[in-house]
């Protein structure tokens, strides 16, 4: 049975993307089946994932339009009331990395969102749209059970539209990916007064008779938190910078205070002893990543995870490349830790559930 997380920030420029993939990649290492799915109309994970640098590559990734799936297409028989079923996404295997696929974005994925959005206010218009708020979930699954998936991870835009309400309340686990910075804590304070008005939403279209009968039912909420993740800090000295370190413990404190106490009410939360045996603390940070600055470009550029860029990708010699690998070991370190934990995590609730 596929598990869906969501990585969710409705602040922009907090590494969504790059975590995505990065761990997208690790998981896969580890023997696990993952798709990617890109739900930003920005489509940077498909660029990431598809290598969008050359003037060949927009010809290729032209092609791949041409002929595969993507989020807009595969939900084309639901919004645009085309006379067949929704089916599963002919995703893109992404190269390198065995057991990997992107289930491509589309720029016109925010059309949707409109008409989405009155088919969620669950009124008087919810017999002609009963179908809409159950569709993403159908063609994730369907996509899944296709690639035979035992992860999805959902790379959301940043924003607060009936999109991505649906996306986080249809998934099974969400991550909240920070920066060291003051608009971070600014979002946590949002977020836990925003996430209990979805769920509670949630709940009430899942137990409507309407929705559980449409085409594409709208399923029953099992959304839990696995943490929240601290990017983008500098180090010096082995040690994050006084500013930095002021930032984290700020955003941890917010989301211990503020976020946690919500999500507890609303049964977002694990069972504690899940966090506990994985060394996830009441803060419920993950992990912390630091600023890896050229390698981020890099790895971009060579669709490839910080971790497993080569020296001749690296492009660099002597005391840079012995730096720069020393980094990228720092790298697959976190990522190997942080996906150890996910599978830990989702496993526990899988067990427990």
Not at 154 to 178: A, C, E, Y
Not at 287 to 293: G, R
């Amino acid at each position: 049975m596929v598990q869906k997380i969501a990585l969710f920030n409705h602040k922009g420029g907090v590494s969504k993307t790059t975590t995505t993939f990065n761990l997208g990649w690790m998981l896969a290492s580890k023997g696990k089946k993952v798709i990617l799915v890109d739900t930003d109309p920005q489509c940077n994970l498909t660029g990431l994932a598809l290598k969008e640098v050359t003037e060949d590559d927009e010809a290729r990734i032209e092609a791949i339009y041409n002929t595969v799936s993507n989020i807009k297409t595969g939900l084309a028989p639901a919004f645009e009331s085309q006379p067949k079923a929704i089916e599963a996404v002919d995703c893109v295997p992404i190269e390198g990395q065995e057991g990997l696929f992107l289930l491509p974005g589309h720029v016109g994925f925010a059309e949707y969102e409109v008409t989405l959005g009155i088919a969620q206010e669950l009124s008087g218009s919810i017999q002609t749209l009963k179908n809409l708020p159950g569709s993403i979930s159908d063609l994730f699954e369907k996509t899944a059970s296709k690639f035979n998936a035992d992860y999805i991870l959902i790379d959301m835009s940043p924003s607060l539209g009936s999109i991505n309400q649906n996306l986080l309340m249809t998934s099974d686990f969400f991550m909240v990916p920070t920066t060291a910075d003051f608009f971070s804590v600014m979002a946590i304070d949002s977020l836990a007064k925003i996430l209990p008005r979805w769920y509670a939403w949630a709940k009430m279209a899942s137990s409507m008779p309407i929705l559980k009968d449409a085409a594409y039912p709208f399923p029953e909420v099992t959304l839990r938190f696995l943490g929240s993740i601290v990017q983008n800090y500098r180090i010096i000295r082995g040690k994050e910078t006084v500013a930095f370190q002021t930032w984290i413990q700020k955003i941890e404190q917010t989301i211990s205070s503020k976020l946690a106490p919500v999500l507890q009410q609303n049964n977002m939360l694990l069972p504690d002893q899940a966090y506990t045996e994985q060394g996830v603390e009441s803060n419920f940070t993950l992990t912390k990543i630091s600023n890896f600055n050229s390698l981020i470009a890099l790895s971009q550029e060579h669709r490839t995870p910080v971790y497993a860029l080569t020296p001749a990708q690296l492009g660099q010699t002597g005391v840079v490349l012995q730096a720069n690998q020393e980094k990228q070991a720092e790298f697959q370190l976190t990522f190997s830790d942080l996906a150890d934990k996910v599978i830990a995590l989702t496993s526990a609730y899988a067990i427990s559930a």
